[in-house]
């Protein structure tokens, strides 16, 4: 992701500012966490679509560290809400208060009422507030009280959730899960990765103090929007859109599967490789742009065949496998 003054096609120009800013994301990232390039670049995707991200990984590989270098990293808004087996919706959309002053209900705002939203450890809350964030995400508002409320633009959820096999986890259901743009898998680091880690920590290092690490602010509302308009203008073929819907169309085809991928995710995986194409410096898309934006895009949008599943099948197998056999166009 670094910046390019040339593009796949030869042409050369200004580089971009707006590119420019996000890109910076990488580095401010980098200061506080270790590796993750995959995730970082994902969530500069989703910033760029209007989309939202869900984080999943065991305990202990930074994903709510990976969140918070973010939100420190732009001059945006941001709230965290701790999910919690007691937490209830009106905690994070807000409720109307009586205020004996006035003899009046007022309406106090949740944490929803930001940029940025850190959802922490989603699947530790019940399905009943789990559901709350589904007209924030997919309307961009709240209602309460029969009164709906926009939110800030711009919103972006980033949610974290451990394995559903562990203990005192509620799996998300599909309708949330169709709502995130993109599901983004933390791994264990590697051991030269983990060895940083430990260093960084006797030299000093503090992950609950972001800016004596050296995190800054290095874009704005202002980027993502002259952003967005860039990737909005980049190009797609008829031939990129018929091999996308092909590869959502084939994973309703597999015998591994239940559930393929609807219509709503042949979107976003448009809308993802358009970004991307245009975070590498090209102003059109390439089937290599759809390939390395589909394993995140549309791992979460399909529902494995219990059989399958005992037998090792997974999701990201699955769309491997469609991946190498629809046919590619030239």
């Given at each position: 992701?670094?910046?390019?003054?040339?593009?796949?096609?030869?042409?050369?120009?200004?580089?971009?500012?707006?590119?420019?800013?996000?890109?910076?994301?990488?580095?401010?990232?980098?200061?506080?966490?270790?590796?993750?390039?995959?995730?970082?670049?994902?969530?500069?995707?989703?910033?760029?679509?209007?989309?939202?991200?869900?984080?999943?990984?065991?305990?202990?590989?930074?994903k709510?560290?990976?969140?918070?270098?973010?939100?420190?990293?732009?001059?945006?808004?941001?709230?965290?809400?701790?999910?919690?087996?007691?937490?209830?919706?009106?905690?994070?959309?807000?409720?109307?208060?009586?205020?004996a002053?006035?003899?009046?209900?007022?309406?106090?705002?949740?944490?929803v009422?930001?940029?940025?939203?850190?959802?922490?450890?989603?699947?530790?809350?019940?399905?009943?507030?789990?559901?709350?964030?589904?007209?924030?995400?997919?309307?961009?508002?709240?209602?309460?009280?029969?009164?709906?409320?926009?939110?800030?633009?711009?919103?972006?959820?980033?949610?974290?959730?451990?394995?559903?096999?562990?203990?005192?986890?509620?799996?998300?259901?599909?309708?949330?899960?169709?709502?995130?743009?993109?599901?983004?898998?933390?791994?264990?680091?590697?051991?030269?990765?983990?060895?940083?880690?430990?260093?960084?920590?006797?030299?000093?290092?503090?992950?609950?103090?972001?800016?004596?690490?050296?995190?800054?602010?290095?874009?704005?509302?202002?980027?993502?929007?002259?952003?967005?308009?860039?990737?909005?203008?980049?190009s797609?073929?008829?031939?990129?859109?018929?091999?996308?819907?092909?590869?959502?169309?084939?994973?309703?085809?597999?015998?591994?599967?239940?559930?393929?991928?609807?219509p709503?995710?042949?979107?976003?995986?448009?809308?993802?490789a358009?970004?991307?194409?245009?975070?590498?410096?090209?102003?059109?898309?390439?089937?290599?742009?759809?390939?390395?934006?589909?394993?995140?895009?549309?791992?979460?949008r399909?529902?494995?065949?219990?059989?399958?599943?005992?037998?090792?099948?997974?999701?990201?197998?699955?769309?491997?496998?469609?991946?190498?056999?629809?046919?590619?166009?030239?």
């Open positions: 992701m670094m910046a390019p003054t040339t593009d796949n096609a030869g042409n050369t120009g200004e580089p971009d500012t707006a590119r420019s800013s996000l890109e910076a994301l990488r580095t401010e990232i980098a200061k506080a966490v270790v590796g993750q390039d995959p995730a970082v670049t994902g969530l500069v995707v989703a910033l760029l679509c209007r989309g939202h991200v869900l984080l999943e990984g065991v305990p202990g590989v930074a709510t560290l990976l969140v918070r270098a973010l939100a420190s990293a732009l001059e945006l808004d941001t709230k965290r809400v701790q999910f919690t087996p007691d937490l209830m919706p009106s905690d994070i959309t807000g409720s109307l208060v009586y205020d002053r006035t003899a009046e209900f007022s309406f106090q705002p949740g944490p009422f930001t940029n940025l939203l850190l959802a922490d450890e989603i699947n530790r809350t019940p399905p009943k507030t789990q559901s709350s964030l589904l007209e924030a995400m997919e309307e961009r508002q709240v209602t309460v009280d029969g009164t709906p409320r926009p939110l800030p633009e711009p919103f972006l959820v980033a949610a974290t959730q451990n394995p559903v096999e562990y203990e005192g986890t509620y799996p998300l259901p599909e309708a949330q899960l169709d709502r995130f743009l993109l599901k983004l898998t933390i791994p264990l680091p590697s051991r030269q990765d983990e060895i940083d880690v430990l260093t960084r920590h006797i030299e000093g290092f503090n992950p609950r103090d972001l800016r004596a690490a050296g995190v800054r602010p290095v874009a704005g509302p202002a980027d993502l929007e002259a952003a967005r308009a860039a990737v909005a203008k980049t797609v073929s008829p031939e990129i859109t018929g091999y996308v819907v092909d590869i959502c169309r084939a994973t309703r085809e597999s015998p591994s599967l239940t559930l393929g991928v609807s709503r995710g042949a979107t976003a995986l448009l809308a993802t358009r970004a991307w194409a245009w975070l590498t410096g090209r102003d059109y898309v390439i089937p290599d742009d759809v390939k390395a934006l589909a394993l995140p895009t549309l791992r979460h399909v529902q494995l065949r219990p059989e399958a599943e005992m037998e090792g099948v997974t999701a990201d197998s699955v769309v491997n496998a469609v991946l190498s056999h629809v046919p590619v166009p030239r």
